[in-house]
Nanobody, 115 residues
């Protein structure tokens, strides 16, 4: 079983910033497309952003211009820098690794944006 370990969630005021991190095994990180998803209460899980092994990125419309996804291949770690956070960004954020039929999830980390 592949273990993806997330960190960096927490509570922040509107307009604030957080950075999430996801560590993956090296053999996964160098082959798999990595991404961040989120799930708010009562809603379906949705893509936030993803990044290929070539560092090509893709963002969901609501986070464009505010969030930045990146990867550090030397550390086998993916990041999500979240700026200008809004209450609507409140959700559990999940790390995802995908390669062909293989699809793995982290345990999730809570992000709460509230004054």
């Amino acid at each position: 079983q592949v273990q993806l370990v997330e960190s960096g969630g927490g509570k922040v005021q509107p307009g604030g910033s957080l950075r999430l991190a996801c560590a993956a095994p090296g053999n996964v990180f160098k082959l798999y497309k990595m991404g961040w998803y989120r799930q708010a209460p009562g809603k379906q899980r949705e893509l936030v952003a993803d990044i290929t092994i070539y560092s090509s990125t893709n963002y969901a419309e609501p986070v464009k211009g505010r969030f930045t996804i990146s990867r550090d291949n030397a550390k086998n770690t993916m990041y999500l820098q979240m700026d200008s956070l809004e209450p609507e960004d409140t959700a559990v954020y999940y790390c995802n690794a995908r390669f062909g039929m293989y699809n793995y999830w982290g345990q999730g980390t809570q992000v709460t944006v509230s004054s």
